[in-house]
């Protein structure tokens, strides 16, 4: 078959022939690629930056196809575990280690394979599973969001955050937003968030008190210096949901401010094929269109990495399969 | 009536007369003062560290008394709110602003006099409220600790910390403690602690992981430098809990292992009338007896601060006062 295979560390990848998937025993499904799209995490992979990689292995996370006659969605954590608070020790996520998603044909465990909403396109299908299930986690397992709340999304223009932002949307939040960019912010208004601001102005934080107050939750990714102006722009038990860290150690957080606030700060990653169930049950209801940045040729793959490198995007890059 | 008095900001308090509390109206009790117990509040308050101090005001946030013929106990946290989540605006802790504890009679809401355990003596009684309630609102409600979890509880010999041990062994946990003071961990393994280490130590955290391995849950009030090795300490899907800050900000932690291990921190200060009731129920249920460092009369109060300020003490030290 043909995949985006990357040979070895350090190396580009290229498409090129490679061995099928074969399955090892009836839990296993192969799934005939129709759409993927790019996660950060495959960048870091190709940099060498995320642990675990063994060369020569498919890169890719996510993925719409075909199986059992139907167009299916799959769950990218793999066997997650028994205990929903957390993953257990085989966890991983499709593409390291083990090949992923981009080929003509995936291995999973058929209990990842669900059948895709029927209102989304091939590319709209593909930009969901992982940016999906790790906004619902963060958004309603941790955070527990509630219609009327009041939520901060930090560096609109990421698939995570863009899907935060569509999903409190839906459930009934006021949502405001942060980005380095004037014109995702415009964006971010336009899908319906109340409004937002630059973080590339040296008072964003005031500046954003000023026009929408403090928040009952707050989303971020990026952890760093800022993450103690969101801790100002709290509300009194307000919940902060990360689910990354961009800008690194998370320095200046006040024990006072937060035992005084009762802060909750929650950790988050991925979820479980149950969470995964229910947020494709929460887009069908909602008729959610997860927004697609752009869509390329697989041949093209490389102008699509570069497009993602240069944090151009908003939304997700996806890549033409079948 | 006699009291101790800060009569002016930056001098010692004096025990002197003061004029008598006067009841506003019948949801108002006067309770008559038996015994009482220090805080580091109280210390803080003298020393000017604490905000919305207006002298003169008596001391003090910890009592038994006597009210209608009951001896009773004082929920020292005064109009916590309508949201059980976080206290509201009105809220303010018996002592400051108004007058506190420290005196022959005390003013207070009649909501927060809750008849005292009848298994505990005079000073045990005066030893718990401030301490009970902080331990049971950031263990059960906040972390919501469970039987056969292993727990961490740091600074073994304040009275949060001394009762945080109690409730979690009493609730079927794995208890250890740090503290900087080996009689104190020798004496908090004489209440049932499994062992502890000394976090005077340069590689504590390294040590308790060999000893103990990682904690479910972490009850931390020092905050600081240290925070990031219980991050290090803390097990998959761990809770942590804040409830003092003395070591100031926070420093140093991972976004990454934030979210990876799926872990929350939970801000909690104090608790409601609500979780007063269930926390003196606990101690009935369990036979609780809060640990009381030392006695004093109360014309001896300075002794008593000054070993509050001396970190000597290994529980609560109290004022006799009728």
Redesign the interface.
């Known amino acids: 078959m043909e995949a985006i295979v990357l040979k070895e560390k350090g190396q580009l990848p290229a498409l090129i022939e490679h061995p099928d998937p074969r399955p090892s025993g009836p839990a296993d499904a192969i799934v005939e690629v129709l759409a993927c799209s790019l996660n950060h995490r495959d960048l870091w992979i190709l940099k060498g930056k995320y642990p675990g990689v063994q060369p020569p292995v498919v890169l890719g996370s996510d993925l719409v196809g075909r199986w059992n006659g139907k167009r299916v969605v799959v769950q990218p954590g793999l066997n997650w575990g028994s205990?929903p608070?957390?993953?257990g020790k085989d966890y991983h996520i499709l593409g390291v280690p083990g090949d992923g998603a981009f080929a003509d044909k995936v291995l999973v465990p058929s209990e990842n394979v669900f059948e895709a909403p029927v209102h989304l396109t091939n590319e709209q299908a593909a930009a969901l599973p992982l940016a999906g299930i790790t906004a619902y986690r963060v958004l309603f397992t941790?955070c527990g969001i509630k219609p009327g709340e009041k939520i901060l999304v930090t560096g609109a223009g990421g698939g995570v955050a863009l899907t935060c932002i569509q999903f409190a949307l839906a459930a009934g939040l006021e949502v405001w937003v942060t980005s380095g960019s004037d014109e995702k912010i415009e964006r971010a208004i336009d899908l319906g968030a109340a409004g937002g601001v630059n973080y590339r102005h040296a008072e964003w934080d005031r500046k954003l008190n000023t026009l929408a107050g403090k928040f009952n939750v707050i989303i971020d990714s990026a952890?760093g210096d800022g993450f103690q102006r969101l801790m100002k722009l709290a509300a009194?038990?307000a919940r902060i949901g990360?689910?990354?860290?961009g800008q690194?150690?998370?320095?200046?957080?006040?024990?006072?401010?937060?035992?005084?606030?009762?802060?909750?700060?929650?950790?988050?990653?991925m979820g479980t094929n149950g969470e995964f169930g229910k947020m494709l049950e929460f887009v069908a209801t909602h008729g959610i269109l997860p927004v697609v940045d752009s869509v390329w040729k697989k041949t093209q793959f490389q102008k699509a990495f570069d497009r993602m490198e240069q944090g151009r995007q908003f939304g997700k890059i996806v890549l033409q399969w079948a």
Chains 1, 2 share one sequence.
């Open positions: 205990n608070e957390v993953q941790k952890g009194p038990a990360i689910y990354g860290g690194g150690t998370i320095r200046g957080i006040s024990p006072q401010m937060l035992f005084w606030k009762q802060l909750k700060i929650f950790g988050s990653t």
